[in-house]
């Protein structure tokens, strides 16, 4: 699981990336909880959803929003870490360019910012949700949701 740094719209972004040698792995990025209270990487949830879809042959993306841990910038408020969400998406794309399926996840304000991205981006597959705020953020851009999920 090697550390890396991604350059994001805000400076850098502190990441870990499991790496599949198969080309056509799938990818799957996972995106943490709300950095304002305490919601990083390294979170519980969100290291075992990586090991998951590690275990299951795919190619891993986690990585801290701006302001968090060693990432760079500071709290936008949902825009901010959205565009960072997009450039981790695009650095795993370019990582794994012949990926047969993309999926993403996210953990509570990570769940939000994964749905914005997968309305905007019609190549994510699929997606995992783990406690969705929608009683925190409006979730009715998803209607009708493009993808299957959990």
């Given at each position: 699981m090697p550390e890396l740094i991604i350059n994001g719209p805000g400076g850098r972004l502190e990441a870990r990336y499991h790496h599949e040698s198969n080309a056509d792995s799938p990818?799957?990025?996972i995106l943490h909880p709300h950095p304002?209270?305490?919601?990083?990487?390294n979170n519980q949830v969100v290291y075992n959803l990586?090991?998951?879809?590690?275990a299951r042959g795919f190619s891993v993306l986690r990585f801290n929003f701006r302001g968090v841990g060693r990432s760079q910038g500071v709290w936008d408020g949902g825009?901010?870490?959205?565009?960072?969400?997009?450039?981790?998406?695009?650095?795993l794309q370019l990582v794994k360019p012949d990926?047969?399926?993309?999926?993403?996840?996210g953990?509570?304000?990570?769940?939000?910012i994964a749905m914005q991205l997968l309305?905007?981006?019609?190549?994510?597959?699929?997606f995992i949700c783990v406690a969705p705020?929608?009683?925190?953020?409006?979730?009715?851009?998803?209607?009708?949701c493009p993808s299957s999920g959990l």
């Open positions: 990818i799957a990025l304002q209270f305490g919601g990083t990487m990586y090991h998951t879809f590690a825009p901010g870490e959205l565009a960072d969400a997009a450039s981790a998406l695009d650095w990926a047969k399926t993309c999926w993403i996840a953990v509570s304000f990570g769940t939000w309305m905007r981006r019609p190549e994510v597959d699929g705020p929608s009683n925190l953020y409006d979730f009715s851009f998803l209607a009708p």
